[in-house]
């Protein structure tokens, strides 16, 4: 695991060191009362979700089969 310390309204970017771009960009907004707030930046087409959330959708995706539709029940 990579740890950075970062003040408020400084970012770190993720991936793609050889294009004009990066991958994502993540910017600390706020801290405040414990609490960190960060901002995401990057094309639409790169999701970015909370752990739980991606878990979930992770869960629900490993239960489909591979054509894409729900894995019938076992009678």
Request: glycine share 10%.
């Amino acid at each position: 695991m990579l740890v950075l310390s970062r003040k408020s309204l400084q970012s770190i970017v993720v991936g793609r060191t050889g294009g004009r771009e990066p991958l994502l960009k993540v910017t600390v907004l706020e801290i405040k009362s414990g609490s960190v707030r960060l901002g995401f930046e990057g094309p639409p087409e790169v999701p970015v979700h909370r752990l739980e959330v991606w878990e979930r959708i992770r869960a629900a995706d490993e239960s489909e089969d591979p054509a894409g539709g729900p894995v019938a029940p076992l009678e």
